[in-house]
């Protein structure tokens, strides 16, 4: 009986070479069924997660929930018009690009010069990294509410200045003080990761290529512009990415030592969203805030990922 996988292959000197057909699981394709079981349950909590809250939220922009009612309306771009006409949104982006500009600025700048001066090989720095890293790990909200007994107008901030004859503000009470707050207390919780992830980076730069810098004459700022910052920009962009879409989502820290004073000086649109939603049960109108907060963290990231050819090393 002949082999039913086996098929008639060209004759040769009057004879039908018989040939074995190919099976069916290859060694490719239980790879790739493989692959895919691993990955099923990543795609899975991006569905259930990610994209159907996102349809969800779109969904209600177009409505008027009303809890406490009990009813759920359809108002179509009824939310979006009010939006447009809201005389609170424009203080309310400014203060979150404001508060978004302060903390990228600061938070890298201070994460890279804190990675630099870690790097280097001397006795006792590993206990300087821990130092500087622990804030990343401590409670967001305690964290915070000691920062406001600190900020307070006879905390422990104006009573170190008080003893070189300084009298310092209430800084919380004032719209400069209270968002130059804010930006420096989620700096100093936050640079921690930012320096570990530089430190990683530098790192891995090859030493010969300062060697043959400092042969070739180059000062220490030069060797840092020409060969660190290139060789680290991989880094630097998500670095960059993280920060910003982090300051946009910044919620703590304003509920906890402002609650978006004085005046809306410090209300960041997530606040904002937070306020319309669950203060004011305007439920369809904090999805539409949602929406926009979306929109600009989807713009700002793509915005960052297209700029990566210009500015990131080995990028074409």
């Known amino acids: 009986m002949s082999d039913p996988r086996a098929t008639a292959g060209p004759t040769r000197n009057g004879h039908r070479a018989v040939q074995p057909r190919r099976p069916f699981w290859t060694l490719a394709r239980r790879e790739a069924v493989a692959g895919g079981l691993f990955a099923l349950p990543q795609l899975a909590g991006v569905l259930v997660f990610v994209l159907v809250p996102l349809a969800l939220v779109f969904w209600y922009s177009l409505h008027e929930w009303n809890v406490l009612a009990n009813t759920f309306e359809y108002t179509g771009a009824d939310n979006y018009r009010a939006l447009a006409q809201d005389p609170t949104l424009p203080a309310v982006l400014l203060a979150s690009a404001v508060f978004s500009v302060g903390l990228v600025a600061l938070n890298l700048s201070l994460a890279l010069l804190l ?3 870690l790097n280097q090989r001397l006795a006792g720095i590993a206990v300087f990294r821990t130092l500087f890293f622990s804030p990343v790990v401590v409670s967001l909200v305690a964290w915070t509410i000691v920062w406001g007994f600190l900020l307070q107008h006879n905390g422990g901030i104006n009573g170190l200045l008080r003893l070189v004859g300084v009298d310092g503000p209430n800084w919380l009470r004032t719209p400069v003080g209270a968002m130059a707050s804010v930006v420096v207390v989620q700096v100093f919780k936050n640079v921690g990761l930012n320096m570990v992830l530089f430190l990683a980076a530098l790192q891995g730069v090859p030493r010969e290529l300062y060697e043959a810098a400092r042969i070739d004459g180059a000062s220490a700022w030069r060797q840092f ?15 960059s990415i993280i920060t910003v879409v982090g300051s946009l989502q910044v919620f703590a820290q304003i509920a906890v030592l402002t609650q978006g004073g004085p005046g809306n000086s410090t209300t960041v649109l997530v606040y904002y969203l937070y306020q319309q939603t669950f203060q004011f049960h305007r439920f369809g109108y904090g999805a539409t805030l949602a929406v926009v907060l979306f929109g600009i963290v989807a713009l700002l990231t793509l915005a960052q990922w297209r700029l990566r050819r210009r500015f990131v090393f080995h990028e074409q």
């Open 115 to 117: 990675a630099v001066l």
């Open 225 to 239: 512009r020409r060969i660190t910052l290139p060789l680290i920009s991989p880094t630097l962009l998500l670095t």
